[in-house]
């Protein structure tokens, strides 16, 4: 289903319906499972590699896919005509909805458990404290306010009369909590090479 065949979701079961069938089911399924299940399976793994290996991944797709939508995309976005921007996001904006918030819970999720398998919790340092810290925050981020502009945006691309005004200044308003977020990412980076180096 394109979100040019819905309507404005009156229930939030009916919205996430609608976004699960805009973004493809087998992607939704996909962008939920993959990141979700990755992490349970390195730490089943018994192996603290495999587990930096996940982490990793996760934290570079994460990473990589922030900026490209706060320098990349929410410009472009905003700047193309009414018709061009609602095309782009009916796309857009279903997909990043249902991989976002499990690949940052997929991130938060295998780091904790790295640092589990690496005893790192046994005698956690200020900096150990700081990187959990800044990760709770990017999670309240994404699952609070992100959340809410990604799924205003959903509902008015749905609409039938979509409103282009509210659309570009929801677009807006996620560009500039975007770069909150990639702040509080280069911060965590930096918190993980302070580990990385015994800090």
Partial sequence: MSLGEARRPETTRERYSQMADAANPAFTAGAIAVPLLLPVLGYLSGDHRVMFTVHLFLGAFWFGTSVLGAVVLGPVMGGLPD??????????????????????????????????????????????????ALAVALLALGFGPLHWFTTEMFDELAADDTDYDRLADLNQKYGMLSLVELALMVAVVATMSGLRWGI
């Fill in 83 to 132: 018709e061009a921007n609602e095309a782009f996001a009916e796309r857009f904006v279903p997909k990043m909805n249902v991989l976002m918030e499990p690949v940052s819970v997929g991130v938060v999720g295998s780091g904790i458990g790295l640092a589990a398998m690496m005893n790192m919790w046994q005698a956690p340092t200020t900096t150990l404290w700081i990187a959990l």
